[in-house]
């Protein structure tokens, strides 16, 4: 008896070490500079890959209505927060907004939707 239970506590033990590797191993690893923002235009950060250290107002062609994954690798404190916006000129809506440390790998609102993009001081990227 005292064996049956030893091995069902070892039985536990293996799952519960199953369950926690699963998270890491659900997506690639993003590879984002610290202090960048990043999207990709494939999910799981796959694609060609946009970094931008500062705003952009209008994404250029490649990424424009292409992002499919995103990292927020700022620095936290002052502006780290990133606003994606459906249009240019922070319009159109907001698709997404990341705290920093924040990886997306894929978002079904706010695929192949991004237009441009912004730093803001506070988490719900009003301002
Ligand atoms: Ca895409
Ligand atoms: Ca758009």
Known sequence: MRKTLASFAAAGSLALAAVMAL???AHAA???NYGDFCAWTDANFGGQRFNWS???HWWESNIADEDSSWENNGIPGSYSFVGVWASAGESGGMTLCLAPGDEISYDAWANDSGDSHFWYR???CTD
Do not use: A, E, K
Request: net charge negative; glycine share 16%; aromatic share 16%.
């Open 30 to 32: 993003p590879d984002c």
């Open 122 to 124: 506070y988490f719900d």
């Open 54 to 56: 500062g705003n952009d």
């Open 23 to 25: 998270p890491g191993s």
